[in-house]
């Protein structure tokens, strides 16, 4: 399933220039000031696109989706904008200000005020990204409140209170409440678009007005230097595909106990470092069956499999087929 949501995303982003990013600004009817779009500038080490749309005065929701190991962010810090990051496919992580590293897999959910990622570099764990995100400033929406949301007693002061003030994210893990409200958004016709982000924003707001973060348990955050020493073990492993390396070697040799290397690297890649790197392995067969001439045996010495044999079996339970036959099938 991974490999077919990176593939389509790679699909999606094909007309996009490998090391550009693409912002796409849709202009609404309404006279709309646009607050993430207008001041946003991104660098990505791969490929990106952004897709904006004004739904109302202080109020915007964006598109994302990104092919790439590292993104960099930078936009204006805005301490009463709230953003609301939703994560649909693939894994993403940032360190904010304040010292918090917040690492979001699929159907997860990020709070935070604009102040707290203005200059911003996101990591993707997996490689890619698929989003969006919800951003409202909370002092233009006093000044012009949507009729729903005054009618439901709507208070921006509450949520800059609950959200913004503290300066911290807050991360929530994915739910049924969280993928009612947003799994629609993704995938509509152009004509239904700006009518069902309008409607579907105001409901957003309307949830986050009822959420309290007291009684939330929350997606655990890391300091940054335990996530970066996460990422260069992580780089360590992939670098030497062919060898084998135990966790307590792996913690001797990066001076981190057993435990936080084992939880830190869940938190930052989804997934236990051996499924990681099971995962990880298969990838690279895979490319390897399909682009080069090179013999099972050999292929499988280069992922770390000691015999051939050992190999066929893992390959088989990942793909469902023999790594002869995906080679025929897929074979470029």
């Known amino acids: 399933m991974k490999e077919e949501d990176a593939a389509r995303i790679e699909n999606d982003l094909r007309e996009v220039p490998d090391g550009t990013f693409e912002v796409k600004r849709h202009?609404?009817?309404?006279?709309?000031?646009?607050?993430?779009?207008?001041?946003?500038?991104?660098?990505?080490?791969?490929?990106?696109?952004?897709?904006?749309?004004?739904?109302?005065?202080?109020?915007?929701?964006?598109?994302?989706?990104?092919?790439?190991e590292r993104v960099e962010f930078h936009h204006k810090a805005a301490d009463s904008v709230l953003g609301i990051d939703h994560c649909r496919k693939g894994r993403i992580g940032w360190n904010m200000r304040g010292g918090a590293a917040v690492y979001?897999?699929?159907?997860?959910?990020?709070?935070?005020?604009?102040?707290?990622?203005?200059?911003?570099?996101m990591t993707l764990p997996l490689g890619y990204y698929e989003g969006m995100a919800v951003t409202a400033d909370l002092r233009a929406l006093k000044a012009n409140c949507p009729e729903i949301l005054r009618e439901a007693g709507f208070d921006g002061e509450r949520l800059y209170q609950k959200f913004c003030a503290g300066g911290s994210p807050l991360g929530i893990p994915s739910n049924s409440a969280i993928d009612a409200v947003f799994a629609p958004l993704y995938g509509l016709p152009e004509p239904l678009r700006i009518p069902y982000f309008k409607l579907k924003a105001q409901e957003i707001l309307l949830y986050l007005l009822q959420l309290e973060p007291s009684e939330e348990k929350g997606l655990t955050q890391y300091a940054p230097p335990q996530t970066e020493s996460i990422k260069e073990i992580r780089d360590f492993l992939v670098e030497h595909l062919?060898?084998?390396f135990t966790i307590e070697e792996l913690a001797k040799k990066y001076l981190i106990n057993t435990s936080s290397l084992k939880s830190v690297f869940k938190a930052v890649?989804?997934?236990?470092?051996?499924?990681?790197?099971?995962?990880?392995r298969m990838r690279q067969a895979m490319k390897l069956l399909r682009e080069t001439d090179d013999s099972i045996a050999a292929i499988a010495e280069k992922v770390g499999y000691e015999t051939q044999g050992k190999f066929t079996k893992a390959f088989k339970e990942t793909a469902q087929v023999l790594p002869t036959e995906y080679r025929k099938l897929y074979r470029k």
Do not use: W
């Open 27 to 68: 202009k609404a009817a309404e006279s709309h000031c646009l607050l993430l779009a207008e001041q946003l500038t991104a660098q990505a080490r791969g490929k990106g696109k952004i897709e904006t749309f004004p739904v109302f005065p202080g109020v915007e929701v964006s598109l994302h989706q990104y092919l790439a």
């Open 269 to 280: 890649y989804g997934m236990p470092i051996a499924s990681y790197m099971k995962e990880y």
């Open 104 to 121: 979001l897999g699929a159907g997860d959910l990020c709070l935070h005020s604009l102040a707290s990622c203005a200059d911003s570099e």
């Open 242 to 244: 062919d060898e084998r």
